[in-house]
């Protein structure tokens, strides 16, 4: 904060605005852009991880894997994504504080459901009502993570397991009379194979998976969108050092701008990936590669 900023009704102009920029409020919108960017960098990986294991189990042999991993895409696909983050949330939360329950307050003798209420023992709330604020947040973020990931997961799942199933089959064959085992034909030619097909539609679940983040506000994660509108609304003088008229406007205009660049630099970084990836490949894309050559 700056020096003069200590009688903001003093100031005027750029002065005003700077030192209005740079409030502790400010700064939480500041962090809640990065935190944005940690959950995309985070829930990426993670949601890719649970669609390959979601395409592999519906591409075994053995019939309950296979009925699983049909059954992830199938459940998680079909829920509206607003639902399944109210109903995800609180039941993770709940089994986690039941069995620490059931582990720390063996002798707990009063019913955990008391009307709308799930009551434990203090000792088995997560987190504690002791822990630091840090820790609530980071447990707030990390259930944010973890429903991302199987939402997103699942329509991952989805897209790897088509793509799978789009790999040349008389590739496969060829594997298997050289000799590669079905593990050794999945892991080098399968696998290296399904990327170009796999990676439109993972781009546009990207691009998805961005536009979804202001759903962090329904998992107690204060993020931009809570910010632009908690910062954007009018202020009088009784209750704020920098009175203003309604500028939620502006706020979401500066959201807007925010989201497209993130989207068009998503766009040149995808484009740039597709074209290493058909580099050499037998499709549409690599054949046109090969002849603009």
């Known amino acids: 904060m700056f020096s003069f900023c200590s009688d903001p009704s003093q100031l005027d102009g750029l002065k005003w605005l700077g030192c209005y920029l740079t409030t502790g409020k400010h700064m939480n919108?500041?962090?809640?852009?990065?935190?944005?960017?940690?959950?995309?960098?985070?829930?990426?990986?993670?949601?890719?991880?649970?669609?390959?294991?979601?395409?592999?189990?519906?591409?075994?042999?053995?019939?309950?894997?296979?009925?699983?991993?049909?059954?992830?895409?199938?459940?998680?696909?079909?829920?509206?994504?607003?639902?399944?983050?109210?109903?995800?949330?609180?039941?993770?939360?709940?089994?986690?504080?039941?069995?620490?329950?059931?582990?720390?307050?063996?002798?707990?003798?009063?019913?955990?459901?008391?009307?709308s209420d799930f009551i434990v023992c203090p000792a088995a709330?997560?987190?504690?009502?002791?822990?630091?604020?840090?820790v609530h947040e980071a447990y707030?973020?990390?259930?944010?993570?973890?429903?991302?990931?199987?939402?997103?997961?699942?329509?991952?799942?989805?897209?790897?397991?088509?793509?799978?199933?789009a790999v040349p089959k008389a590739q496969l064959e060829t594997a298997a009379a050289y000799g590669l085992s079905p593990r050794q034909t999945f892991r080098r030619i399968l696998i290296p194979q399904m990327w170009v097909y796999a990676l439109p539609g993972l781009g546009n679940l990207w691009m998805v998976l961005i536009k979804a983040t202001p759903l962090l506000f329904l998992l107690g994660v204060e993020d931009i969108v809570y910010w632009a509108r908690e910062l954007g609304g009018s202020k009088t003088a009784r209750f704020s050092d920098y009175p203003h008229p309604d500028w939620r406007m502006w706020y979401f205009l500066a959201l807007l701008v925010f989201y497209l660049f993130v989207t068009h630099l998503s766009e040149k970084l995808l484009a740039r990936v597709?074209?290493?990836?058909?580099?050499?490949?037998?499709?549409?894309?690599?054949?046109a590669q090969r002849k603009a050559a």
Do not use: H
């Not at 591409?59 to 994504?81: C, E, H, T």
């Not at 597709?274 to 054949?287: F, N, S, V, W, Y």
């Open 140 to 165: 707030g973020f990390t259930l944010a993570v973890v429903t991302f990931a199987i939402v997103f997961g699942a329509f991952a799942a989805n897209v790897l397991y088509g793509a799978m199933r």
């Open 29 to 115: 919108l500041y962090w809640s852009v990065l935190t944005v960017l940690l959950l995309l960098a985070i829930t990426a990986p993670v949601a890719l991880a649970f669609g390959f294991a979601g395409a592999s189990a519906a591409r075994s042999a053995f019939a309950p894997l296979r009925w699983l991993g049909k059954l992830y895409m199938a459940v998680v696909r079909g829920i509206p994504d607003i639902a399944f983050f109210l109903f995800f949330v609180i039941a993770l939360d709940q089994g986690i504080e039941y069995l620490r329950q059931k582990a720390l307050c063996p002798d707990w003798d009063e019913p955990l459901r008391q009307g």
């Open 274 to 287: 597709m074209a290493r990836l058909t580099l050499g490949q037998a499709t549409t894309g690599g054949e």
């Open 125 to 134: 709330k997560m987190p504690l009502n002791t822990a630091s604020q840090w």
